[in-house]
Every structure is written in C-alpha cells, then in structure tokens.
C-alpha cells in the first residue's frame, strides 16, 4: 500500500507544536469497491475523515461533501476525545458530520450510541429528513444498515444508534424502553443541540454509561445561554479558537468587533485585509495546553463562504439573542432573557403578613421537597422539606385551602395526600400546548392539573415584573429562591411548522423553587376562581384586614430600594 497521507508538516503556532496532516480528494482509496475498502477498514475506523473522502460521501442533498472551504470541520471528524463540545454557529455542515461520525463509530467500533434531540418531535423530524436522507444517497450506508425506516433506533453493523427526545412524555418514553429493554446502555451519548433539551435529562442519560471503557459524551450544540451543562463543559475544554495567518505573518483567532471594518476582514495588528484564502488555511489551537476536554468554536467568521459584508448585515438587522447565537456561535444573556434578581428584591414586603385565612401551598417533589407557602397578599414563607410528613404539617398548621403538588418523578405520596385531603390537594403535571388560549385544565375526576410549563413560568414572571407577587420574607432568606431563579432562561424555538415561540429554559443547576412558585401560582388560581384561564391577579389592598401595601408605594415613601 503506498501513502496515504498526501503531506505531513509540523508549524508552531504560539508556542504550540502542530501536526498538520493534509488529504485530497484523490486518494488512493478513491472510486475503490466496497470489498476492496473493507480490507484497509483499519484506517477508515482510525479516521472517519478518510473514510469520508475515500468513499465520496455525499451529504442529505446529495452533494459529495468537501473539505476545502469546510476544512475547521476535518480535525472534528477525527476527534474522539472521550468528552468533546462543539459550540456552533448555524448551517455549518455540522449535521452531516454528527450522523456520520456516529455511523462509523457504530459500525468500526461496535459501539451503542445514544443519540438525543431535544424533543420527540425533532426525532421524528430529523431522522427521515436527515439520516434516512443519507443513508438513501450513500451506498455504503445503506449496505450496512438494513432497518432504515425506524425512526428510533438504527442498527449499523453490530452497532446500535438510539434516537431519543429529551423533552418527551411519560407514555412516549416508556413505549420507547420497553422496545429496547430496560438496561439501554451505551459507550457514547450525542447530544444535539444540548442547549436546547431538557438539561436534568441530559444527566439522567449519562447514567447509561457505565458499562463502557470509553464512555463518550459528545456535546454539539448551538449556545443559548452560558449556564447550560453544554456551555459549562465548553468552560472546562481546551477551548480550541481558529487561528488565521495575514499576510504579514500575524497569527489570531476571527473577533467580529475586532476583525471586521467596513465590510472586509482585516488584521487586528496590522489592518491588512484578510483574504478568504487565508481564512480556509486557518488551525485549531488550544487555549488551554494541558486539558482532557475537548472544544471547538464555530463562528461564522471562520466559514469562507460568508462575507464580512453578510456577516455585518445580520449585526444590523438581527436581534442581538440570534446574532450571538446564530452567527458568532456564543451564548447571549441579556435582561430580555433572564430573570434578575432584583425584580424578585424589589417585591419584597416589609409588612407583616396576614396568614390568617386563604393559605395556599405548592410543593416541587423529589429527593427534596422545595415548598412555597402564602396567600394573595404574598408569599410569606419558603423552606425544603426532607420528608412528606412535614409538608402535611404545613397544610394543618396553615389551614390551607389549596395545595398543588408536583406528581413527579414519584407519585405515590403525593397521590396519598391528594386522596386524604380531597379536593384540597391537587396533582400536577407539565404538559405543553394544551390550548392555545387556556394552559391549564383542572380534572376534577383525579383532581389533577395539567399546566404548559413554560406559559405558567413565563405568568410568574410577568407577575413579578409588574410587582403582582410580593415576598413577606428577608433578602437573606431568599439567596437560594433567587439562585434558582436565576437558573432558567428563555430561548425562541422553532416547531415543526416553522412558527417562532419563547420557551423557558432551565440551566444545569436546580430550579425546584421555580417549579414550586408556579404550584403555588395554580393553588392561587384554583381559590381565586375555578376557571381554567389566569386571569389577572386580584389585588386586595383595600380589604380591611390589615393587610400589607403594595410595595411600589413603600418604595416610593422610603425613597430607596431593597438589596442584598
Ligand atoms: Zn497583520
């Protein structure tokens, strides 16, 4: 066999030694039967990128991929590093790299992979759109994989790839395991777009591990915010940047503040044009030397066929959220998207609470039991409860009218409560879309209730941005309530008909609290008017039962605002 690496060349890039290795088009694999192929399967399991080349893989269009102007995607499809992130921009070529990187880890190194989505919908999507798409255009693929119309689970060679949501119901996931077994283990977990999926499930699968040597947890993903478990791997990684050459022999990675003037790429150090030429050419280097993750970032910047001039244009048209993300590849936090702590200090109550009558409770099951507790005049004590026992306490001591419990993840105490104190506690569970007008619905067969979980959260925060909750509590005694609110963040989302909507996220980090003011938000509803719509909250500010004023007006005679 002669050579099949065209060139080898070592550069030093500041101070980091780098092993160039370049393949054409025309290998000597090229145009080569399969048969003939398999014999040299060696170097097509060590390097799907020759693999790719060698077979001429075309992409879902069904056009032969390249890596000329896709050259920043080769290293990637060569990388299998055990723990790897990628944060990306849109439209990169990176889909095509995700399903064919995984067929060749499945089919060269038999390995079960576990391929998540964020939703089932998008499984459902993607899989024919996509996968199905190359499968059908590349002869190789389809030779290996003989149940093409599964949309769950494919089985390539002795390697299986699972596709599953992460944001899928009880009855869905359940129907899926129960076609695969219950041990579904993998050695490597893909998480696409892991910015956008349901974070704690994330984790969850990580658990399915455990049985394999290289445990391989890939991370691609367009960034939303810096707190999702993607981004803080990313903050962990290497943090590889594409570093590019002027003509003047300046090496730097592509800033759009810095790099972009008038339309044109230009050197930061000597401000001669950087040519599109120079920008292909570019290499991978480490921020970081001595790291076990590995990243990559994808800017827009660094695609050669994106002119500065398109790049400057979607600075001025876009929103800054779909810049950031979209185009520089970054996460984007901006006071649109999140809540701030502030707007939960301002709401703080100085007054003494009334909880004499119409105490209301809600509860986020688990481990720990994260409760909130008070009445329309506010919210005058939170806590976390170990047992179920003190929460039944809570409902004796405070007479509460009504209590709405997270029915999840285990339902049998709350479905205990709810049957010994009927009609007064109530079950919960999150289920999206459920009409357009009203999202939630009580059953009072079970007396259940089903809420859209991100409309509930977006009402509560409506509400304390316009001041409708306020707080009977101590700044001090809320640093964790905040904390987890400062856990969720909003995103815009694209469904199936291509219709734009926001969607409340949660970061890795715990957000109980949240879910906990949302039930308390229910309970509130439930007593105020058995409707199935929220209406707008009833202030009772001139009920003569001593009741607190609102807090604008303190603020207002104080002259001052409370912080921390
Ligand atoms: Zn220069």
């Known amino acids: 066999m002669s050579v099949l690496i065209n060139s080898t060349a070592k550069i030093k890039i500041l ?3 780098r092993k160039e290795t370049e393949t ?7 145009n080569m039967e399969i048969e003939a192929g398999q014999a040299n399967s060696f170097m097509w399991r060590e390097s799907p990128l020759f693999w790719v080349i060698d077979n001429r893989l075309k992409n879902e269009k069904g056009i032969e991929l390249e890596f000329w102007n896709h050259r920043f995607l080769k290293d990637i499809y060569d990388d299998f590093t055990p723990t790897q992130v990628v944060r990306k921009a849109a439209q990169v070529g990176f889909t095509t790299l995700k399903v064919l990187k ?3 880890a499945a089919y060269y190194r038999n390995w079960n992979i576990i391929y998540l989505l964020p939703t089932f919908s998008a499984v459902q999507e993607t899989i024919p759109s996509k996968v199905n798409a190359l499968i059908t255009n590349n002869p190789i ?3 290996w994989i003989k149940d093409k119309d599964s949309v769950f689970q494919k089985k390539v060679g002795k390697g299986f790839i699972y596709y599953r949501g992460t944001f899928a119901n009880r009855i869905e996931s359940e129907k899926l395991e129960s076609g695969v077994g219950i041990t579904l283990s993998a050695d490597a977990l893909i998480m696409d ?6 974070q704690a499930i994330l984790e969850q699968y990580e658990s399915r591990l455990k049985a394999s040597d290289y445990r391989g947890k890939w991370y691609f993903s367009n960034p939303s915010n810096p707190h999702t478990l993607s981004q803080k791997v990313w903050a962990e990684s290497d943090q590889k940047h594409w570093f590019v050459k002027c003509g003047n022999g300046h090496w730097q990675y592509l800033d759009f503040f810095k790099n972009i003037q008038n339309g044109k790429f230009v050197c930061e150090t000597c401000q ?12 991978w280097i480490k921020k970081y030397l001595n790291r076990d993750i590995s990243g990559y970032w994808i800017s827009h910047l660094i695609c050669p066929w994106i002119s500065a001039e398109q790049i400057q244009k979607e600075y001025e048209t876009k929103t800054r959220q779909y810049f950031y993300n979209f185009v520089l590849g970054l996460p984007y936090v901006g006071s649109d998207v999140a809540l701030n702590k502030d707007i939960i200090l301002r709401n703080i109550d100085i007054s003494e609470p009334n909880w004499q009558k119409n105490n209301v409770l809600g509860c986020d099951s688990g481990l720990k039991k994260h409760w909130v507790l008070g009445n329309k005049q506010g919210i005058f004590r939170i806590g976390v409860a170990d047992k179920w026992e003190e929460i039944e306490e809570l409902i004796k001591i405070y007479d509460i009218e009504t209590c709405v419990l997270d029915a999840l993840p285990d339902l049998t105490e709350p479905r205990k409560l709810r049957d010994k104190y009927l009609g007064k506690v109530w079950l919960n569970y999150y289920k999206p879309e459920i009409k357009k007008a009203d999202f939630i619905s009580w059953d009072y067969k079970t007396r259940t209730v089903y809420s859209d979980r991100t409309k509930i959260i977006q009402q509560v925060i409506d509400d304390l941005v316009e001041r409708k909750i306020r707080f009977q509590l101590k700044p001090e005694d809320l640093e964790t309530y905040i904390k987890h609110w400062e ?4 995103i815009v989302e694209k469904n199936n008909l291509g219709i734009e909507r926001d969607v409340w996220k949660t970061s890795g980090t715990e957000d109980h609290f949240v879910h906990a003011t949302n039930y308390f938000r229910l309970a509130l509803e439930k007593g105020q008017k058995e409707g199935t719509e929220i209406k707008s909250w009833i202030k009772e500010d001139k009920i003569n039962t001593g009741l607190a004023p609102d807090i604008s007006k303190i603020a207002e005679k104080s002259g001052r605002q409370y912080e921390l």
């Open 15 to 17: 101070g980091q030694e």
């Open 272 to 283: 001669k044009e950087i040519t599109d030429e120079q920008r292909r050419n570019g290499q």
């Open 193 to 198: 777009e892991a910015d956008r999926s349901d």
């Open 141 to 143: 693929l389809s030779g």
């Open 487 to 490: 856990a969720v963040y909003k």
């Open 24 to 30: 054409k088009g025309k290998g000597i694999f090229n």
């Open 102 to 104: 995984s067929f060749n």
